[in-house]
C-alpha cells in the first residue's frame, strides 16, 4: 500500500499505520481490511484538526498536544511557515528538542500563559516576532493579524490547560470558535 493512500499523511501518523499494520499481520487481519482502514481513518478532534483556511491560510487545532513531544510531532507535520500559539501550564518543560523545527518552520510565537518566562528564554532569539497574551481569542486574533497567504496558525500548546480551559478538549474549541469569528 503506498503512503499516498493514508487517509492521514503526517510523519507519525505514518509511523503509526506501519506500526498497526505490522501488528495487524502477525495477527493475520486481512490485508484488504487493513487497508480499507488506513484508507479512511478519521484524525481525531483536537490532534493536528484543520479548523478552517481563511485567506489562504490554515489554522490547526491541536490542543490535544499538552506535552513538548506531542507539540515536536505537530511542528514536524508542518509544510508551509507557521504562526505556532503555545503555552499552558510549564511541567518542567524542556523545549529545546524543539528548537530545530522553531528555526526551521516557525516565524512568530504567540505565547499562550501566565509564565512565558522559559519559552520567551528558548524561543527569544530564534523567530521574527514573539507575543505574550493571556487569552485564547486575543491570540487568534493576533495570528490572523500576523499571517500571511499560505501560511499555517497551529495552536499546539506543549502544556496541560491553565487557566484557559478546564481541559484540552474545552481549550481546542474554544479556539475553534474563535478562528470561526474572525
Known sequence: MSISSFAL????????????????????VRKETIRNCLSDFENEEHRLEK???ING???VND??????NATFYALDSMENTTIWIVGGVDAENDYDMLLPLVNEKVNAI?????????????????????????????AVKIAYKLCREGETV???PAGACE????????RGKKFKEAVRQL
Open 57 to 59: 491560510s490554515q489554522y
Open 163 to 170: 487557566n484557559t480551559a478546564e481541559n484540552y478538549e474545552e
Open 51 to 53: 479548523v478552517l483556511t
Open 110 to 138: 504567540i505565547c499562550l500563559s501566565n509564565n512565558n518566562d522559559k519559552l520567551i528564554e528558548t524561543f527569544g532569539n530564534v523567530v521574527d516576532f514573539m507575543i505574550e497574551t493571556t487569552s485564547i481569542q486575543d
Open 154 to 156: 497551529l495552536f499546539s
Open 9 to 28: 499523511q503526517t510523519n507519525f501518523n505514518v509511523k503509526n499505520a506501519m506500526a498497526s499494520s505490522t501488528l495487524s499481520d502477525l495477527m493475520r
Open 63 to 68: 490542543s490535544k498536544a499538552s506535552n513538548v
